[in-house]
C-alpha cells in the first residue's frame, strides 16, 4: 500500500491510503524521496480558489467556458515538484536510450505520493545530475517557472530590474536575473524575504509597505526608472506598482498566478503615459520569439545544470521538511502563516 495526499475541500487535506499499481509496458515504478509544496498554484485549490474549479479549460479554443465538468473536490495527488528512486523498469524499455535504469534517483512530475508508476518517456534523461544533492531538484519546474519570466523579461546586461514577491520563485527570479547581469531591486513585505534576497544577488531590497519601488528606482537610473520589472506576488497592486517602476517603454512581466478582480490596478495612470509593454509568462510555453530554440525541457535542465554548478543553491529556500502525516499542518502554515516559511518539503525518506 502506498499514500497519496488529496484536498477533500477548501483547506481540508488528508493523507489516504491506496493499492499499488501494475506496472504496464513503457512505465517505471518511482519511490519518492521528496516532494516540494508549491505556494502558489497548489494554495489556489487548498483555498478553493482555483478557476479550474469552477470553469472549464477549453483547449482548443484556449477559453475558460462555464461547464459541468471542472474538476472537484476530492482533488488527489495535487504537486508538480518530486524526487524519488526508480524501484523498477517495464522490461519493454530496460536499457533503451534516454530511459533511467532501477536506482537511479529522477526528478518529475507525479504529485505527492509515496509511489508512482510513470511512464518512460517522461523520465527521459531526467536523472538528477551528477553531484547535485537530490534536494535541489524539487525545484526544477518552480526554476524553470522563474527562468521563464526572466527570458520574457529580455533584460540585458547592465540593466536594473525590479522583481516583485520574493517568495521561493521570485528569489529564483532574482539569482537568474543577476546572473544575467542585471541589478535587481527585490520587492516584498516580509524581512526574512529581503534578506535572502541580498544573499542571492540583488542591489536592494525595498519593503513595498515603507517605501515607494518607482520613486527608488528613479534614484537609482539617474531619473529613467527600472529598465524591466517581473511581477510574481500574484498581486494586481503589486503588478500596478511593478508597472510603475519602470521608465518610458519598459516592459513589465506579469507571471503571478492572479486571482479574482484586478483591484488596484489602475490603467490610466503610468502604463498609459509612459507606454508601458505588458506581457504574461506562463509556464506553459517560452515567450513566442525564443518558441525554436527554448521549451521546459532545457528551462529545466538548465536550471539544474545551473545549481550543480553552484550558480545558484536552491536548497537554501527549504525552510521546513516535514513528515507527509504532517502535510495538513505544513498547509496550514503555507496559508495562514507565509512569513514563517519558504519553500516545504513533504520528505518521504521520514515514513
Known amino acids: 500500500m502506498g499514500t497519496v495526499v488529496q484536498f477533500t475541500g477548501a483547506r481540508h487535506v488528508e493523507v489516504v491510503e491506496v493499492e499499488d499499481e501494475i506496472l504496464p509496458p513503457g512505465s517505471l515504478r518511482v519511490r519518492t524521496l521528496y516532494s516540494g509544496i508549491s505556494a502558489g498554484t497548489e494554495l489556489t485549490a487548498y483555498r478553493g480558489t482555483n478557476p479550474y474549479l469552477t470553469r472549464v479549460w477549453d483547449e482548443e479554443r484556449r477559453l475558460f467556458v462555464d461547464g459541468h465538468t471542472?474538476?472537484?473536490?476530492?482533488?488527489?495527488?495535487?504537486?508538480?515538484?518530486?524526487?524519488?528512486?526508480?524501484?523498477?523498469?517495464?522490461?519493454?524499455?530496460?536499457?533503451?536510450?534516454?530511459?533511467?535504469?532501477?536506482?537511479?534517483?529522477?526528478?518529475?512530475?507525479?504529485?505527492?505520493?509515496?509511489?508512482?508508476?510513470?511512464?518512460?518517456?517522461?523520465?527521459?534523461?531526467?536523472?538528477?545530475?551528477?553531484?547535485?544533492e537530490p534536494l535541489a531538484a524539487t525545484f526544477a519546474r518552480v526554476g524553470a517557472v522563474a527562468f521563464n519570466a526572466v527570458l520574457a523579461a529580455e533584460v540585458n546586461l547592465g540593466e536594473t530590474a525590479t522583481v516583485f514577491g520574493q517568495g521561493v520563485i521570485g528569489l529564483l527570479a532574482t539569482r537568474l536575473a543577476t546572473l544575467g547581469g542585471a541589478r535587481v531591486l527585490a520587492c516584498d513585505t516580509i524581512p526574512a524575504r529581503l534578506a535572502k534576497a541580498i544573499d542571492f544577488g540583488a542591489v536592494a531590497a525595498v519593503d513595498v509597505t515603507a517605501a515607494s519601488v518607482a520613486e527608488l528606482a528613479r534614484s537609482l537610473t539617474g531619473g529613467r526608472g527600472a529598465d524591466v520589472a517581473v511581477e510574481l506576488s500574484g498581486s494586481s497592486r503589486a503588478l500596478h506598482e511593478a508597472i510603475r517602476s519602470v521608465g518610458v517603454g519598459g516592459r513589465v512581466v506579469a507571471a503571478g498566478f492572479y486571482q479574482g478582480e484586478a483591484v488596484g490596478l489602475r490603467l490610466g495612470e503610468e502604463f498609459h503615459h509612459n507606454r508601458v509593454e505588458l506581457v504574461c509568462s506562463q509556464i506553459g510555453g517560452p515567450p513566442a520569439r525564443l518558441a525554436g530554440r527554448w521549451d521546459q525541457d532545457r528551462m529545466n535542465r538548465t536550471f539544474l545544470r545551473l545549481a550543480a554548478d553552484g550558480a545558484i543553491d536552491p536548497v537554501a529556500l527549504v525552510t521546513h521538511r516535514v513528515r507527509v502525516a504532517d502535510v495538513a499542518a505544513a498547509y496550514e502554515l503555507l496559508d495562514q502563516r507565509p512569513a514563517e516559511a519558504l519553500q516545504v518539503v513533504l520528505d518521504y525518506t521520514e515514513d
Not at 534516454?98 to 537511479?104: E, F, I, L, N, S
Request: charged share 20%.
Open 70 to 132: 471542472a474538476p472537484s473536490y476530492p482533488l488527489a495527488g495535487w504537486g508538480y515538484s518530486e524526487v524519488g528512486v526508480v524501484t523498477e523498469v517495464s522490461s519493454d524499455v530496460v536499457g533503451q536510450p534516454g530511459v533511467p535504469a532501477k536506482d537511479d534517483v529522477v526528478w518529475g512530475i507525479w504529485g505527492h505520493r509515496s509511489e508512482a508508476v510513470v511512464p518512460a518517456s517522461k523520465l527521459d534523461g531526467r536523472v538528477v545530475p551528477r553531484g547535485l
